[in-house]
């Protein structure tokens, strides 16, 4: 029996890796430009190796990153509703960023309950989460059939947009607040992008963070066990690892801090003494002063009226927000008009 069912399962399920191959040349590039740079920066993507994707879902796990909870509150209380008003017909789903996939399975649930079958689009940079997260919906909905895409936002919806089949609704997911890592031009030319490879009667659901008292957020993004600095820190491991870099992880420190004017958390490393660093890959010596910082992340912080401004912007009609019972996370229905 337990053969038989992966056997069913490996026809159902493909991995499409996206790219020009060519991801470890793509990090030293992206790795040069950021730490040369005058204020110091690296591109969130490169979070997500193997471990930095178990230490993101270790954060989703702590009791200070309240997101994840909120959002799971959401979708187990207004799944079915959810995809009532977003599809009146059969249709598949699209998510960008899937990680684990935990969070999907209330609206796949709610999805099989109302159609024969269902094909699962999950877009993510981590292939190690891609077929952890599919082997493991594969094996509880045996009316599930995946195609994965191993690649960053923008080349997969380039593909995207090639693979609708007519007849059959798309909903596109976007969760986890995650559309508040673009700073504001980045995520209007996300949703347009998005926007881009779907039609007319076709859903976008986006998972966004609420503002609220900068404390609160400031301890999600900065936990008391550390496992977000051991998330942020952790570029500086696979700068070690990939690029033959020698940093000391004791010589930085994690530092999340609140910018109330933009609305967003703002993650750094900060360097605790002066110090050069060697990147023998990149034949590149780098010097900290003491107390220098290198960017990682901002995660902006929304209200709605803010988010359906961008759905407008991009060619979306707003249609709906559902929010958790102590209102610090929305979950927003736009409609490709
Ligand atoms: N999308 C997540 C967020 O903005 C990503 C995230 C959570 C994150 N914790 C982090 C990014 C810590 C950098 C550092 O909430």
Redesign the pocket.
């Known amino acids: 029996m337990v053969s038989q069912t992966v056997s069913t399962a490996s026809n159902r399920f493909a991995l499409r890796r996206l790219g020009d191959g060519r991801d470890s040349t793509s990090f030293a590039e992206d790795v040069r430009e950021g730490l040369t740079a005058r204020q110091k920066s690296l591109p969130?993507k490169y979070?997500y190796d193997a471990l930095g994707s178990q230490l993101f879902e270790a954060?989703c796990h702590l009791p200070e990153y309240y997101?994840t909870r909120a959002e799971s509150e959401i979708l187990r209380d207004n799944a079915d509703e959810i995809v009532a008003s977003a599809a009146g017909r059969p249709a598949r789903l699209v998510e960008l960023g899937s990680g684990s996939a935990e969070k999907t399975r209330y609206l796949i649930d709610a999805l099989l309950n109302r159609q024969p079958s269902l094909h699962y689009v999950p877009v993510d940079i981590s292939r190690v989460s891609l077929e952890r997260s599919s082997f493991e919906l594969l094996q509880i909905y045996p009316r599930l059939s995946i195609t994965a895409y191993a690649a960053d936002y923008f080349t997969a919806l380039k593909a995207l947009a090639e693979t609708a089949s007519s007849g059959e609704r798309t909903i596109a997911l976007f969760l986890?607040?995650?559309i508040?890592?673009f700073d504001p031009d980045g995520s209007r030319a996300f949703l347009s992008e998005l926007r881009r490879m779907l039609r007319p009667g076709d859903a976008l659901l986006v998972g966004a963070?609420l503002k609220k008292a900068g404390e609160v957020l400031i301890r999600a993004?900065d936990d008391a066990l550390g496992v977000?600095a051991a998330?942020?820190l952790n570029l500086l491991v696979r700068m070690n690892r990939e690029l033959e870099a020698n940093f000391d992880v004791a010589k930085f420190s994690h530092r999340a801090t609140y910018n109330q004017e933009l609305g967003r958390v703002e993650?750094r490393m900060v360097s605790l003494e002066p110090q050069t660093i060697r990147l023998r890959a990149l034949d590149l010596e780098v010097s900290f002063r003491e107390g220098e910082t290198i960017h990682?992340?901002n995660?902006y912080k929304f209200d709605v009226e803010q988010l359906a401004g961008m759905a407008r912007a991009t060619g979306f009609a707003p249609e709906r927000t559902w929010f958790d019972s102590a209102r610090r996370f929305s979950f927003n229905l736009f409609a490709a008009s």
């Open positions: 969130p979070f954060i997101l986890g607040s995650n508040g890592n963070d993004y977000t998330f942020n993650i990682t992340e995660s």
